[in-house]
Nanobody, 120 residues
Framework: VQLQASGGGLVQPGGSLRLSCAAS????????MGWYRQAPGKQRELVAR???????NYLDFVKGRFTISRDNAKNMVYLQMNSLKPDDTALYYC???????????????WGQGTQVTVSS
């Protein structure tokens, strides 16, 4: 099982980016999915999370600007980021709690990280 994130890049303040993350492998089911970020010299923090049923929660700093969504049929999670600010600059990681085929527990998986840089 692996997670593959994409969609990062360089954007000016006020701009938008959309991150995507695809889960692949011997997947039986996926519980929550989410996005974390880590800026240089800072701890990794939860940006947004979405449950299987679609319940979401967000870091206060991104509320109203970021939207997390998922496609359960495709095992994908997305993060639409609008009105980006320089403080959003970080390495963004996708995360998912996945139950592999043939196993009866969930385990956290992480993507490789995609860089988001907000700068003029």
């Amino acid at each position: 099982v692996q997670l593959q994130a994409s969609g990062g890049g360089l954007v000016q303040p006020g701009g938008s980016l959309r991150l995507s993350c695809a889960a692949s492998g011997s997947i039986f089911s996926i519980n929550h999915m989410g996005w974390y970020r880590q800026a240089p010299g800072k701890q990794r923090e939860l940006v947004a999370r979405i449950t299987t049923a679609g319940t979401t929660n967000y870091l206060d700093f991104v509320k109203g600007r970021f939207t997390i969504s998922r496609d359960n049929a495709k095992n994908m999670v997305y993060l639409q980021m609008n009105s980006l600010k320089p403080d959003d600059t970080a390495l963004y990681y996708c995360n998912a709690a996945i139950r592999e085929t043939g196993k009866n527990w969930y385990r956290d998986y992480w993507g490789q990280g995609t860089q988001v840089t907000v700068s003029s």
